[in-house]
């Protein structure tokens, strides 16, 4: 019997479990299957599975009740908010940004400046090489336990015909760009104050374009390994590898001409050689400064900043 105060739906789903029907010996399944209740609840649906004469089938003319722009913007907000509302997150992203931009700053401190020195281009290769393998490879693991989590909701609220898989990728992406240009505005000023570089308005927005765009396919590598694996510990296994190869063929560990040829074309396809080839040429590209080439001093005068990069990069010996 049902106590007072009780729940209904409850005190059923204990009366009806498999260990009261063991204890009362019977089998409450086929009691109903055997009543006169079930009988008639056959005969209704029949009767309501025929269709009244001059019906249609029911028919919607779109799969989503909304259109695309408008799935767009619902999907917008409430990524704005799921982020916004993601303090680990944030903090974690942001938090990183500032203990990594410090430590670069002071390990590289005024290194911008100091060009008299082959080994003084090496270093600024170096720093540069740092601040845009560290924190664009920690943007691309913070990234996917939130893509993960995201996913199972996208899975019920797609199921359920709410959006599409285009505007919620859309939506995501647009979020993440936010968020990726603030950070990129706080790591950008720490580094190039800390580290030297020349204070011009163009090289400084050179600077930060190629920061923002590094940061912001770091970003979107780690989503899509989330969005081509079935589980976040397979994506971080994916990620680990190819972030390796974007490592060695970036052509500061091995310059492009010294890559053996068949695997020449790698450097080309590496996101990440390009991004430093765009800082170094960007921040001084443009300079006309004598270098001291260790074991030709005599000589010193006719190895200019522009020329040893230049050589440098075709790896002309001296």
């Known amino acids: ?12 789903l204990e009366v009806t479990s498999i260990s009261v029907e063991t204890q009362l010996e019977v089998d409450f399944a086929q009691i109903y299957a055997n009543s006169s209740l079930y009988q008639k609840n056959q005969e209704l649906i029949k009767a309501l599975s025929i269709p009244v004469p001059g019906s249609k089938e029911l028919y919607f003319p779109t799969q989503y009740s909304q259109s695309f722009i ?6 917008f907000w409430k990524q704005h908010w799921s982020y916004w509302r993601n303090t680990r997150y944030n903090a974690t992203r942001f938090l990183m940004t500032i203990i990594i931009g410090i430590l670069f700053g002071a390990i590289f401190w ?5 060009m008299s020195k082959q080994q003084d281009l090496f270093n600024l290769l170096g720093a540069m090489y740092a601040a845009v393998l560290f924190l664009g490879a920690t943007n691309a693991s913070v ?17 359920a015909g709410m959006y599409s898989a285009l505007p919620y990728a859309f939506a995501q992406v647009a979020v993440e760009i936010i968020y990726v240009a603030i950070q990129t505005i706080i790591y950008t000023l720490l580094l190039y104050t800390m580290i ?53 063929f970036s052509g500061f560990l091995i310059p492009r ?16 050689a390009w991004t430093i080839y765009g800082l170094v040429t960007s921040q001084v590209g ?11 001093k005599d000589v010193k005068s006719e190895f200019t900043l522009r020329k040893v990069l230049r050589d440098y990069k075709n790896l002309r010996p001296y």
Request: net charge neutral; aromatic share 24%; glycine share 6%.
């Open 110 to 114: 005024s290194k911008g400046g100091q």
């Open 286 to 296: 443009d300079r006309d400064d004598i270098l001291d080439i260790p074991g030709l």
């Open 143 to 159: 990234v996917q336990p939130v893509v993960a989590t995201e996913r199972t909701v996208f899975y019920r609220e797609k199921a």
């Open 70 to 75: 408008t799935q767009c913007k619902a999907c």
């Open 196 to 248: 030297g570089f020349e204070w011009q308005l163009a090289k400084f927005f050179w600077f930060y374009y190629f920061m923002f765009m590094c940061f912001v396919y770091f970003v979107m590598y780690g989503m899509m390994l989330i969005a081509l694996t079935p589980n976040y510990q397979i994506a971080a296994i994916s990620m680990s590898f190819f972030l390796t190869f974007w490592n060695l």
């Open 1 to 12: 019997m049902i106590k007072d105060g009780q729940n209904p739906a409850t005190w059923m």
């Open 257 to 272: 001409p010294q890559i053996p040829i068949w695997w020449r074309w790698y450097y080309w396809g590496s996101p990440v």
